[in-house]
């Protein structure tokens, strides 16, 4: 395994179910993983790939069986059925950013290296990291770090970006390990960092919102008995997916019938999250936090 392989390859494919004339969605291409697996399982079938990345778009091999679509996903299903299809088999999204994305500097999305801040997934979308840190206001700042990257000292870190960039703009990823340095740890550096870019990312790219719309629209175009299977890597994600399944909802209690029954649109495959085992952390850190949900439409 190197970086490019997905984290629980074998054990998403497997909870696709893969049927060999079945309709599949990848709503997460990027390097083409999972995508090449599925279609290894495929005869008849069809499997329509999203990534709004134009570096994904290199990794698309010639398949009849495979159509891609550089989009966000969260319009996928306007776009199976432009392609002819109105339900499918299986969607399965990897939510985890692709290492193309980690390890080019000039992409920004890694606190490892010396980089303009942007971290769009999108080259072509408007807002950018540097438009984050330079230009939101205190209440922007402390909501996405406090909610999207649950930091402990959100008011210390927001209060420093605030004063430093007065001095002159943070516009290098560099630059802003430099300003907030203060803030962080010195015992967990690498985790402090890793949750300050991660809020920075969601709200560049909406990520949150999207995943949202995208679980909503899931009901109503997956076919009964068919298979959900998102992999995640943060704690605000696997909550939106583990509420959403077991609930079909984000918050609250599930909805019931006029019995008392509970009315959801998926049921659980499996009850507690898969995680990776130690010999494919050890061979990949990355996939360290990857947690893997199942569901089956009822």
Do not use: W
Request: proline share 2%; glycine share 8%.
């Amino acid at each position: 395994m190197d970086y490019h392989t997905p984290a629980l390859l074998n054990e998403s494919i497997e909870g696709l179910s893969i049927k060999p004339g079945g309709i599949y969605v990848d709503l997460t291409f990027g390097s083409g993983g999972h995508s090449k697996e599925i279609i290894k399982k495929l005869k008849t079938g069809k499997l329509i790939a999203f990534d709004q990345d134009a570096d994904a778009e290199k990794n698309v091999i010639d398949d009849k069986r495979l159509i891609f679509v550089r989009s966000n996903f969260k319009f996928f299903n306007n776009f199976i059925k432009y392609h002819g299809f109105s339900m499918v088999d299986g969607i399965i999204a990897d939510l985890g950013i692709s290492s193309f994305h980690i390890d080019k500097p000039e992409r920004g999305f890694s606190y490892r290296f010396d980089g303009i801040l942007d971290m769009r997934m999108n080259g072509d979308s408007l807002l950018t990291a540097k438009t984050v840190i330079n230009s939101y206001d205190k209440e922007k700042l402390s909501y996405i770090f406090s909610t999207y990257g649950e930091v402990e000292n959100t008011g210390k870190l927001v209060y420093v970006i605030m004063k430093n960039r007065l001095a002159g703009e943070i516009a290098t990823t560099g630059k802003l390990r430099e300003a907030i340095s203060e803030c962080i740890p010195r015992y967990n550096e690498n985790k402090y960092l890793s949750k300050v870019f991660q809020a920075i990312r969601i709200e560049v790219n909406d990520e949150i919102e999207t995943l949202k719309k995208t679980l909503i629209i899931t009901k109503e175009v997956i076919k009964k008995d068919g298979r959900l299977v998102i992999i995640t890597y943060n704690s605000l994600e696997d909550r939106i997916v583990k509420n959403y399944i077991r609930k079909g909802k984000f918050e609250g209690d599930a909805d019931k019938d006029l019995y008392g029954n509970i009315n959801v649109p998926f049921e659980q495959v499996n009850k507690k999250p898969i995680i990776p085992g130690e010999k494919e952390v050890k061979i990949n850190n990355r996939v360290r936090s990857a947690k893997l949900r199942i569901a089956k439409k009822n």
